[in-house]
């Protein structure tokens, strides 16, 4: 069977995408990159905005009309929600937790239509990967904060942990066939191991011992979790990256209160200055939500001075969108869209600028880098250095995907970085 596969949203659907490939790949099926050719389609959803929500409603028509003979199979957080309207525009619905049905989908096509379970049930199951240099591995599933405007714990249902005997078998297994890097993931990491006798440090301490193992990565931290153990972690243990993510989402009190986030501005600053004089080189990336109901100009100019203070090498920035079965999207104060939109250029006007102060940084420095592929153009190899930051270089005879070379920066793009080894 041919299959044609499609990811909309962030690592955790990129990951489910490569477990379905995965088994696909195990059953001999092929991955085809027209859906025309396909006889299988698969839509893995995403529906943190609305305006992603929509794209798969319009994106499943399209491929319908481009190729009438194949299946689709709709998966992901939008056929976790709202199932009842896919199953009638879809031939399978596939919930977030249930991706072992692609077990069955690869052998004979099923009879029921509809497959979703609430809460992850083996969480500790380790499926197939694609071989990379660098993998996401899931630590933990699901999410039990309900921050406000969040649709995440509906749509991946309570957090769960997989037993770190897991993980590590995962992490080896991987290393064997060739990976260097790994990314932890969870929707919120610092919370790992709630029912364990052992936490997010205790694990990151033992997958540092993984012979072969180069990298580690893990996102998302929760602030209100981030704790001065990780940050000594980040600095003991020599494989985890100098890089972190920490969502602040908005930079006013009241905006965080009514967002439910658990922290206040002052808490985060305070483990950011800690984070900064404790990881030596450490890079600092965030997420904030523009347009929150009730956000005021006051508010959103604290948003700005957070940007200023922090001074984050990148930020994902989104408009607010209402989701269902969140508490913001029946709160008072709704901001008008065009004022949504009107902060979002000015606060990514700031981000680009401070992004490219910090690019220029490198500039004559060597940086090392992890080679991760060979550049859509295939005149380039590129990777990441510590600090996430893409890097492109050069071909040199002597190097190969998958090495850690020192590379001396000659030039700050507009996102990423171009040098030479050395
Ligand atoms: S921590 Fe908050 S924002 Fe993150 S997934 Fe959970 S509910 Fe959503």
Known sequence: MKYYIKTFGCQMNERDSEKVEGILFKNNHQRVDNPEEADLIIVNSCAVREKAENKLYSEIGRLRFKNKRAKIVAMGCVAQINYERLKNIADIVVGTNTIDMFYSIAREWPHDKVFIKPNMEDPDHIFPHLTSVSAYVDIMYGCDNFCTYCIVPFTRGREVSRKKEAIIDEIKRLVDKGTKEVMLLGQNVNSYGKNFDYGFVDLLYEVNKIDGLERIRFTTSHPKDFSKELIYAMRDLEKVCEHIHLPIQSGSNKILKLMKRKYTKEEYLEKV????????????????????????EKDFEETLKILEEVRYDTSFSFKYSKRPFTKAKDMDGQVPEEEKLRRLNILQDLQAKITQEKLKNYEGKVTEVLIEGISKKGNQFFGRNRQNIVVNLDFMDNIKVGDVVRVEITKALKHSLLGKPI
């Open 273 to 296: 200055y800690l984070y900064k004089e404790i990881v030596k080189d450490g890079s600092i990336t965030t997420d904030i939500i523009v347009g929150f109901p009730q956000e005021t």
